[in-house]
């Protein structure tokens, strides 16, 4: 039978350096393509909402083709194809890492794009037409009078996404990141404890991911409290 | 921007409208209409529900962009300029710029949620005047004093009622010193006991001189305040002129109807 506590005992202070080490960089990944999916999601989400019907398509497909797409896809394409069309190029920077933060800001940048747009038009158009009544230009509306209303709207549903992408960046495994779940692997497989470094991982998951859900319930209660 | 022809010519109307159409699809919503409003002059629209009283009101200041006809506001032409003899749409900034010049109290107010009273009173003067927080905090104190709402001028508009809520949107209109104020049933979203307050302020604005387009379904008000009558039906006006005759003894069967109409309720 598997003794747990013994075997957490003996290993963990080996074991634990190791995976917060690797957990590092999930968080890093996690916080880059964040950030890039946040500046994507709201370029992408203007282009869907302009007037220009051109521009309007264009975000439209980009929409639907990343999220018709499962996120390993997205990484492969990402991280394997650039190098393969444009063999000339030097791309001894495009490491993994990179790869991973791209792949995942893409994607995130289509499904981002949708909460934006949703919580733009949320916004009844009497907004609009009161800011630009007062003389604003379409701009200054869009930058004093409906983002930062927007921003209340959408705080939620972007906070669930971060805690999705924070589990989602185990996916970059697959392009050989050595984030904690490659770590994870490779320790399990060494020691040949997969349940006890497994329990483990999960344990860290969840201290990563728990604060998260905390300030997105907060965030949740204060909206409801709001209207 | 050139405000040649304003120069306020003597007997020039501060505001002009010619031939105006507006269609939706193919629903004609304005069928021609003709309008002079002088400066300092108070015109009251009135008019059964559908006859296009607002869309009116919003192509004065090209929320809704009409399908013919020309507008002015003190000689220039609004939402559109002249080049050679071809009339062609202003840029989102010179439109911008023409709007400051025209109020507009919305049915439904529109306030900010998202900023205070003050806020929403100032950050049109701040974004789009360019005056400092500090004066544009002054200005709208004072007219936020003026609508009798100096005590609230750091509530959020959730936190006050419906007549408070329009007030602080006439204040909001006030802070940009339009040239001509619009208003679209300004009351009709209120309580019956809110409506008086809103009154007021508009009747107080009205004794100040101020040049006022007002849409409303309150006859009695419009009787007081205006200077003019105008009734709409089917996209057209019907018949206008002072209050005592157009709300007293009108000429036209359907103004007859519809003022009998509106007394029965
Ligand atoms: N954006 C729009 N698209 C299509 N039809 C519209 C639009 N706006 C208004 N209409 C139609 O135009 C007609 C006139 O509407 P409008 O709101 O100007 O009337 P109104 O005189 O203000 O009526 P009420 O007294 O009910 O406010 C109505 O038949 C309305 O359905
Ligand atoms: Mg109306």
């Given at each position: 039978?598997?003794?747990?506590?013994?075997?957490?005992?003996e290993?963990?202070?080996?074991?634990?350096?190791e995976?917060?080490?690797?957990?590092?960089?999930t968080?890093?990944?996690?916080?880059?393509s964040?950030?890039?999916?946040?500046v994507?999601?709201?370029?992408?989400?203007?282009?869907?909402?302009?007037?220009?019907?051109?521009?309007?398509?264009?975000?439209?497909?980009?929409?639907?083709?990343?999220?018709?797409?499962?996120?390993?896809?997205?990484?492969?394409?990402?991280?394997?194809v650039?190098?393969?069309l444009?063999?000339?190029?030097?791309?001894?920077?495009?490491?993994?890492?990179?790869?991973?933060?791209?792949g995942?800001?893409?994607?995130?940048?289509?499904?981002?794009?949708?909460?934006?747009r949703?919580?733009i038009?949320?916004?009844h158009k009497?907004?609009?037409?009161?800011?630009l009544?007062?003389?604003?230009?379409?701009?200054?509306?869009?930058?004093?009078?409906?983002?930062?209303?927007?921003?209340?709207i959408?705080?939620?549903?972007?906070?669930?996404y971060?805690?999705g992408?924070?589990?989602?960046?185990?996916?970059?495994t697959?392009?050989?990141?050595?984030?904690?779940?490659?770590?994870a692997?490779?320790?399990?497989?060494?020691?040949?404890?997969?349940?006890?470094?497994?329990?483990?991982?999960?344990?860290?998951?969840?201290?990563?991911?728990?604060?998260?859900?905390?300030?997105?319930?907060?965030?949740?209660?204060r909206?409801?409290?709001?209207? | 921007m050139?405000?040649a022809?304003?120069?306020?010519?003597?007997?020039?109307?501060?505001?002009?409208i010619?031939?105006?159409h507006k269609?939706?699809?193919?629903?004609?919503?304005l069928?021609?209409?003709?309008?002079?409003?002088a400066?300092?002059?108070?015109?009251?629209?009135?008019g059964?529900s559908?006859?296009?009283?607002?869309?009116?009101?919003?192509?004065?200041?090209?929320?809704?962009?009409?399908?013919?006809?020309?507008?002015?506001i003190?000689?220039?032409?609004i939402g559109?300029?002249?080049?050679?003899?071809?009339?062609?749409?202003l840029?989102?900034?010179?439109?911008?710029?023409?709007?400051?010049?025209?109020?507009?109290?919305?049915q439904?107010?529109?306030?900010?949620?998202?900023?205070?009273?003050?806020?929403?009173?100032t950050?049109?003067?701040?974004?789009?005047l360019?005056?400092?927080?500090?004066?544009?905090?002054?200005?709208?104190?004072?007219?936020?004093?003026k609508?009798?709402?100096?005590?609230?001028?750091?509530?959020?508009?959730?936190?006050?009622?419906?007549?408070?809520?329009?007030?602080?949107?006439?204040?909001?209109?006030?802070?940009?010193q339009?040239?001509?104020?619009?208003?679209?049933?300004?009351?009709?979203?209120?309580?019956?006991?809110?409506?008086?307050?809103?009154?007021?302020?508009?009747r107080?604005?009205?004794?100040?001189?101020?040049?006022?387009?007002?849409?409303?379904?309150?006859?009695?008000?419009?009787?007081?305040?205006?200077?003019?009558?105008?009734?709409?039906d089917q996209?057209?006006?019907?018949?206008?002129?002072?209050?005592?005759?157009?709300?007293?003894?009108?000429?036209?069967a359907?103004?007859?109807?519809?003022?009998?109409?509106?007394?029965?309720?």
């Open positions: 039978m598997l003794d747990l506590p013994e075997i957490y005992t290993n963990i202070h080996r074991w634990l350096p995976l917060l080490y690797y957990s590092l960089t968080l890093k990944i996690a916080f880059f964040f950030l890039l999916a946040v994507f999601g709201v370029l992408i989400a203007l282009c869907r909402i302009s007037h220009k019907r051109v521009i309007r398509t264009l975000a439209v497909c980009s929409i639907e083709v990343a999220r018709g797409l499962p996120i390993v896809v997205v990484l492969y394409i990402v991280y394997f650039p190098p393969q444009f063999p000339g190029l030097d791309w001894s920077w495009f490491d993994d890492f990179t790869g991973a933060v791209l995942l800001g893409i994607h995130g940048g289509a499904i981002l794009a949708e909460v934006f949703s919580g038009e949320a916004l009497g907004q609009r037409e009161a800011a009544s007062l003389g604003m230009t379409p701009a200054k509306a869009m930058t004093h009078i409906i983002l930062p209303q927007a921003t209340r959408v705080l939620p549903p972007v906070g669930n971060a805690i992408l924070l589990k989602d960046t185990s996916l970059c697959l392009i050989g990141v050595n984030e904690i779940m490659n770590g692997k490779s320790i399990a497989f060494s020691d040949y404890q997969p349940m006890a470094v497994f329990v483990l991982v999960a344990a860290i998951y969840f201290v990563m991911s728990y604060p998260l859900s905390l300030l997105v319930r907060a965030m949740e209660r909206m409801r409290v709001a209207h | 050139s405000k022809g304003s120069g306020a010519a003597a007997g020039q109307p501060l505001l002009k010619q031939d105006l269609r939706f699809g193919l629903l004609e919503v069928q021609g209409v003709d309008l002079d409003v400066r300092g002059e108070k015109v009251s629209i009135i059964p559908g006859s296009g009283k607002t869309t009116l009101l919003r192509c004065i200041n090209y929320l809704e962009k009409p399908s013919a006809g020309h507008i002015y003190d000689g220039t032409l559109e300029k002249k080049v050679g003899d071809r009339y062609v749409h840029t989102d900034r010179e439109l911008a710029r023409e709007r400051q010049e025209i109020g507009f109290v919305f439904r107010f529109n306030l900010f949620p998202h900023l205070t009273a003050l806020g929403n009173v950050v049109a003067p701040i974004r789009v360019g005056l400092s927080r500090e004066v544009a905090e002054l200005r709208g104190r004072e007219m936020l004093q609508v009798g709402l100096g005590h609230k001028a750091d509530e959020y508009p959730e936190r006050l009622s419906g007549g408070q809520q329009q007030r602080v949107a006439i204040a909001r209109v006030l802070a940009m339009p040239k001509l104020m619009l208003f679209d049933e300004a009351t009709s979203a209120l309580d019956p006991e809110l409506i008086g307050e809103v009154l007021r302020v508009m107080q604005l009205a004794d100040e001189g101020a040049t006022m387009v007002i849409v409303t379904h309150e006859i009695q008000f419009a009787g007081d305040v205006s200077d003019r009558v105008i009734f709409m996209g057209r006006i019907v018949e206008q002129g002072p209050p005592r005759d157009v709300l007293g003894r009108p000429s036209e359907r103004t007859r109807e519809f003022l009998k109409h509106i007394q029965d309720r």
